[in-house]
């Protein structure tokens, strides 16, 4: 058939894209911090029912949830693409779309994402707090701040942990998707070494073997971390 | 701004975005049947621990976890045919991209139902098999009768994630040139030179869909009275909430 | 009660699967039974590069690349063509491992897909490689121009030969230029060269001419192409299959030539007579 796997290829494409690991990272630490926060504030919005806000934001998080990314992505930049320039001007923004790098956009899509995902985690973890809980802290005389830090999180974090850890393998893995609207990320950095050659294969294993490697070094932090919250869980005694 | 987004356009995509949609369809079925097959196995061997197999289902699905569906896609596509040929001699070169998208998806979802599955049955405390055990039922029994039963119970918000995931997820496969209900969008913006309103419909086709099927397997928990929840302090499963890269 | 009902949804999931498997397969499989004496060619193709091979309204594949080889396979009754779209990137991979026979999607040569692809010697179009720039651009008339300046140059898709030549002269010149792969569709390039965000992208003179119309384009081509090359059809090497076929669709792409049937062609999907004269 003519085919031949080429491994010293596959090893130099290793290489490469060892190189775009930095890309990845920050396509999936970013909005994992910023979909926290964001996250964080839409739960409580939801939580507390604030009225008009809760709605709004119900029903964002419910039709983003079941759109793929890569359409939403797509969109984005699309739209960025077609609108941002009449827009910017609107605002009076000093920028045009030329300043917008697809790199920007694909981070301001998966943040949206890791948003929506994170937090529906946070509503969950504060969930699971029973609502007995916040009634006893408050009746021995907790400000509320109290009650967050030594009730509320110690019982939320343990809830909390593992379910962001599976987001951000989720977040590295669907950065690879920023590689559909042209960011050079670790697939497309491969792909530019293959173009001569079109040894593709080579190119995606290398960056599968990559992808693998962080999923799993993602997955053992998150159970060392999984370790130390555990200590304030349901086993009783600290 | 006048000609970002033409919405008579975008009325007149559904048509031919749904005329694809037995493909995007199909994926999905395949998927979820054989996945579910070869999931179990995973899981089998993994559960019962059986030498060889079990280390080596570890590895799998810690592997198929940890590549983007982007990856696998290609990978299956270029690089099963070159294994198969290796390890039979049989060529299945020929075989429609389709069914090696089929095949991509298959691997995936397997390696996340038998996690489901593992778990699940995990779940079920052990006394529960002690007892049958204790009442005289045989192994097969007792997982048939007792254990199977709570396990679905427990896997079944799981596995709605998996496949609302597993949906959207095929939005990909238009990568490798399958015309569904994505790969179609191609060949309308090169007649209308335009793509957004192609991408805003298709965008609103998937969010139906994964709301209809999020529907169903809400109303399956019911059914089968899933494991309460909400309960105070009660750690919910991994999988049991949905996660970016859908 | 409850369990039956999730057996009988699995078995309806594991019955539609089995059916879509089964529809795929028919539908390669059944032309094949039609004409069990003719040899089965596959080619591959692209669904997506109008007006070479695209989806029409009604989701049937056409274009120039379709409709000449489907010419070509009225003259050659040994062989039946069967058309797969593929994602442009997979063309040329799915050639080298068996899943094609012929590559048709306007293929330029370069030295690298010589090496491991066989060219038929029958030119199909004229496809020299210009650099595109906005229409009121009068200082990029070159790679070098544009070098100078540090721009930002819009490539094709990974295995596009304009990838390739702009990545081999940047390489060359002191990597001055950034590449950036080309997303989505042509909408997006004119667009990204229009806002600024590209300095240039890289096409033919006669898709340029189709954008300024179609697209309203403000662009135009400018200075000398840097890749003068005809589109080919390719065949795997070392392989009996692909030698034979290459003969065969050369002496029939020959003949259609000299009694104008592929000038007609051209006249009508790329609007102008593309054929190189060779």
Request: glycine letters at 8%; one cysteine or more; charged letters at 15%.
């Amino acid at each position: 058939m003519g085919f031949q796997f080429d491994f010293s290829f596959l090893l130099y494409e290793i290489g490469v894209g060892i190189r775009f690991v930095p890309v990845v990272l920050l396509l999936s630490v970013l909005p994992l911090v910023a979909g926290l926060l964001l996250g964080t504030a839409i739960a409580l919005v939801r939580l507390l029912r604030v009225p008009v806000l809760a709605g709004v934001l119900t029903v964002m998080v419910v039709f983003l949830r079941g759109v793929p990314l890569v359409l939403q992505l797509t969109i984005l930049y699309l739209a960025v693409g077609l609108s941002f320039d009449s827009v910017a001007q609107f605002f009076g923004l000093g920028m045009t779309s030329k300043d917008i790098s697809a790199t920007w956009i694909a981070l301001v899509g998966l943040t949206v994402n890791a948003t929506v995902y994170l937090s529906e985690v946070m509503r969950t973890a504060l969930q699971s707090v029973g609502a007995g809980q916040y009634e006893a802290a408050y009746s021995v005389g907790m400000t509320t701040s109290q009650v967050f830090r030594r009730i509320v999180l110690p019982q939320a974090l343990p809830v909390a942990v593992p379910l962001i850890g599976n987001n951000f393998i989720g977040l590295i893995k669907g950065s690879s998707i920023a590689s559909l609207i042209s960011v050079v990320e670790v697939i497309n950095a491969t792909l530019y070494e293959a173009s001569g050659n079109y040894k593709f294969l080579e190119a995606y294993v290398a960056v599968a073997l990559i992808y693998w490697v962080l999923c799993i070094s993602v997955e053992r932090l998150t159970a060392l971390l999984e370790n130390r919250v555990g200590v304030y869980g349901n086993s009783g005694v600290v | 701004m006048e000609n970002i987004f033409l919405v008579s356009l975008f009325w007149d995509c559904f048509p031919s975005l749904l005329s694809r949609l037995h493909v995007t369809l199909a994926i999905v079925a395949a998927a979820l049947a054989l996945g579910a097959v070869l999931g179990t196995g995973v899981a089998v061997a993994r559960l019962y621990k059986i030498p060889v197999l079990a280390p080596l289902a570890a590895v799998y699905v810690s592997f198929i976890r940890g590549i983007p569906i982007l990856v696998l896609l290609y990978i299956v596509y270029i690089g099963l045919p070159l294994v198969v040929a290796g390890l039979t001699g049989v060529n299945i070169n020929r075989w429609d991209t389709l069914v090696f998208v089929m095949i991509a998806y298959v691997i995936n979802v397997s390696a996340f139902l038998s996690e489901i599955i593992r778990s699940a049955v995990g779940g079920v405390d052990v006394g529960q098999s002690e007892a049958a055990y204790a009442v005289g039922m045989t192994r097969w029994q007792a997982f048939r009768r007792i254990v199977a039963p709570q396990a679905v119970r427990i896997a079944i918000p799981a596995l709605g994630n998996t496949v609302v995931s597993l949906l959207k997820d095929t939005s990909l496969a238009y990568t490798l040139g399958v015309i569904d209900v994505i790969g179609v969008i191609n060949a309308i913006s090169a007649s209308t030179h335009r793509s957004l309103e192609a991408y805003a419909a298709a965008a609103i086709i998937f969010f139906a869909l994964s709301s209809l099927l999020e529907q169903v397997f809400k109303r399956l928990e019911r059914r089968l009275g899933a494991k309460n929840t909400g309960m105070p302090g009660q750690k919910p499963q991994r999988s049991e909430i949905a996660t970016v890269g859908g | 009660m409850k369990r039956n009902k999730l057996i009988v949804l699995a078995i309806t999931l594991v019955a539609l699967a089995a059916l879509a498997l089964a529809g795929c397969q028919s539908a390669t499989s059944g032309d094949a039974t039609k004409s069990a004496a003719k040899k089965k060619i596959v080619i591959g193709t692209g669904s997506a590069y109008k007006p070479y091979c695209f989806l029409d309204e009604k989701n049937t594949l056409t274009g120039f690349e379709v409709e000449v080889l489907k010419k070509v396979n009225e003259k050659l009754p040994q062989y039946e063509f069967e058309f797969k779209t593929f994602d442009f990137n997979a063309i040329l991979v799915s050639l080298e491992t068996g899943k094609i026979d012929l590559a048709a999607h306007q293929f330029e040569v370069n030295a690298e897909r010589k090496n491991k692809f066989l060219y038929g010697d029958e030119g199909v179009t004229v496809y020299d490689l210009k650099l595109v720039v906005k229409e009121d651009n009068n200082d990029i008339r070159s790679l070098a121009d544009l070098a100078v300046k540090n721009g930002t140059i819009e490539v094709g898709a990974a295995s596009a030969n304009k990838t390739y030549v702009v990545d081999k002269w940047n390489k060359e010149n002191g990597s001055k230029l950034k590449l950036v792969f080309a997303a989505a569709d042509t909408t997006i390039t004119l667009q990204n060269l229009d806002s600024g965000k590209t300095d240039a992208f890289v096409n033919i003179q006669r898709n340029v001419d189709d954008y300024k119309k179609t697209y309203n384009a403000k662009i135009k081509a400018v200075g000398e192409p840097i890749s003068f090359s005809n589109a080919y059809y390719l065949y795997r090497k070392n392989d009996e299959t692909g030698a034979q076929l290459k003969k065969d669709v050369d002496a029939v792409l020959k003949q259609l030539k000299a009694d104008g049937t592929l000038q007609q062609l051209s006249q009508k999907w790329l609007g102008g007579d593309y054929i190189p004269k060779n």
